[in-house]
């Protein structure tokens, strides 16, 4: 994941994991790569079985949104706790 002015750019592999993922959650046939399975489990944990692709596709947008402000705090790029709110409140 890169951040390019305060958005995620996701490698072009990540679309496909990410289906993945899904299919996971909605308790289809997957093949999610190994790096991958733990945050896996613990979405199916937290969310239970998905029964649409539509739901299933929101949570890991959501979850991997969660992510991505992680990566941002830890990054330093919004270090103080006023600029994290500030950049937060521009994105709703």
């Known amino acids: 994941m890169i951040e390019v002015m305060g958005l995620a750019v996701l490698p072009p ?5 990410l289906k993945e993922i899904e299919s996971f959650l909605m308790g289809q046939q ?6 991958h399975v733990d945050w896996a489990r613990i979405l199916k944990h937290k969310h239970g ?10 949570i ?6 969660y992510k991505f402000a ?5 990054a330093g790029v919004l270090k103080h ?3 994290w709110r500030r950049f937060t409140q521009a994105l709703s």
Do not use: F, M, P
Request: aromatic share 2%.
């Open 30 to 35: 997957h093949h999610i790569a190994a790096y």
């Open 49 to 58: 079985t998905i029964n649409s692709a539509e739901e299933a596709h929101a």
């Open 81 to 83: 706790e006023k600029s």
């Open 13 to 17: 592999r990540l679309k496909d994991e």
């Open 70 to 74: 992680t990566v941002l705090e830890h």
């Open 60 to 65: 890991v947008q959501q979850e991997l949104g």
